[in-house]
């Protein structure tokens, strides 16, 4: 079975551009995460989707950042304008939302704003 | 501030013989916990996991430990494998929740 595709793998960009991250979750999983993961901060919640909706977005860093969900089986994280802070590893995770379920990850886009 | 303590950045052991990572948490609403591995430049991949109904979930090689009046959770690995090197994530939540709160991670290397 496929897992969470994720891309691009890997993003390169100057400050001030837009940059977006995409997500696929696992087909029927209703829950899906976006995540950072910095050095100081480890991994953060960013955003929380339940069947296409937003729950929890309390997680996103600033106006500049914003995430969406047009179906059950696409998401995107945008950043627009990006600055160098926003470098860091980007991951996104679905699971099921019945009772307690482990979350599934994709590999992750690394993001380098220069 | 941090939820989830993994104090131990690194470890190392021997194949073959047990390794034990630790990991506290400071929140008593967390009821379901979880660990991941992680390779570099993968994602997580999800290990185990225990309510806070038990104390012992077992699989495999991999047995996780739960002390809730402690507020304490281990994962034992045994035997150890040079395979199992890796990064590994404790990780937790509310019954409520949905969001997983994150340890730092603890690098585990096994040496042949």
């Known amino acids: 079975d496929a897992g969470v595709i994720q891309s691009p793998r890997h993003e390169v960009t100057e400050m001030g551009q837009e940059v977006t991250l995409r997500c696929k979750p696992i087909?029927?999983?209703?829950?899906l995460f976006w995540y950072r993961q910095t050095m100081m901060r480890g991994l953060e919640l960013l955003i929380y989707f339940n069947n296409n909706v937003p729950i929890d977005d309390s997680g996103m860093p600033e106006d500049r950042f914003s995430a969406k969900m047009p179906n059950a089986s696409f998401s995107t994280l945008k950043i627009q304008p990006s600055e160098p802070r926003d470098s860091a590893v980007y991951f996104c995770?679905?699971?099921?939302?019945?009772?307690?379920?482990?979350?599934?990850f994709g590999d992750g886009t690394r993001l380098s704003i220069l | 501030d941090q939820q989830v303590k993994q104090n131990s950045p690194s470890l190392s052991v021997q194949e073959g013989r047990i390794s034990i990572l630790n990991c506290d948490y400071t929140?008593?609403?967390?009821?379901?916990f979880l660990w991941y591995k992680k390779y570099p430049a993968e994602g997580p991949t999800f290990l185990i996991s225990i309510s806070s109904i038990k104390d012992k979930n077992e699989d495999g090689r991999f047995t996780v430990f739960l002390n809730k009046s402690a507020k304490h959770l281990s994962l034992h690995i045994v035997p150890s494998q040079p395979g199992d090197s890796a990064v590994y994530f404790c990780?937790?939540?509310?019954?409520?929740?949905?969001?997983?709160?994150f340890g730092k991670g603890t690098s585990l290397l096994v040496t042949p």
């Open positions: 929140n008593s609403m967390f009821d379901y």
């Open positions: 087909s029927g999983h209703n829950s």
């Open positions: 990780a937790a939540s509310t019954n409520s929740g949905y969001a997983l709160n």
């Open positions: 995770a679905s699971s099921l939302t019945r009772g307690q379920q482990p979350q599934h």
